[in-house]
């Protein structure tokens, strides 16, 4: 069974920084672009950022770009999110996704139906 843990959320003050990991199990995706998206209550699922399998694309969604970073550690089998400058509207639970397909090295992906596997989230808030 494929599985995505994402981990490292929690309760900051605006301002702060916190860092989301994602650690698959049951496959590596090492060969496959992941992203970051997160939902606010009341809200659809959102983009955030997106990494191709290379590492070497990136794609942000407007409101996080300059202070979020999306990287890769794929031999650790690793996706990580750094979150700089946070900010009260940045909280929500924050989801991992992968792609089953593959895709040129280079490849982006910033819609949520281009996605096929799917954490169960982590809490991340941010106070005033």
């Known amino acids: 069974q494929v599985r995505l843990v994402e981990s490292g959320g929690g309760l900051v003050q605006a301002g702060g920084s916190l860092r989301l990991s994602c650690v698959p199990s049951?496959?590596?995706?090492?060969?496959?672009?992941m992203g970051w998206f997160r939902q606010a209550p009341g809200k659809e699922r959102e983009f955030v950022a997106t990494?191709?399998?290379?590492?070497?694309?990136?794609l942000y969604a407007d409101s996080v770009k300059g202070r979020f970073t999306i990287s890769r550690d794929n031999a650790k089998n690793t996706v990580y999110l750094q979150m700089n400058s946070l900010k009260p509207e940045d909280t929500a639970v924050y989801y991992c996704?992968?792609?089953?397909?593959?895709?040129?090295?280079?490849?982006?992906?910033?819609?949520?139906?281009?996605?096929?596997?799917w954490g169960q989230g982590t809490q991340v808030t941010v106070s005033s």
């Open positions: 049951g496959r590596t995706f090492s060969n496959n672009a």
């Open positions: 990494i191709s399998w290379s590492g070497g694309s990136t």
């Open positions: 996704a992968a792609r089953n397909k593959l895709g040129p090295y280079y490849s982006t992906y910033g819609r949520s139906a281009e996605y096929d596997y």
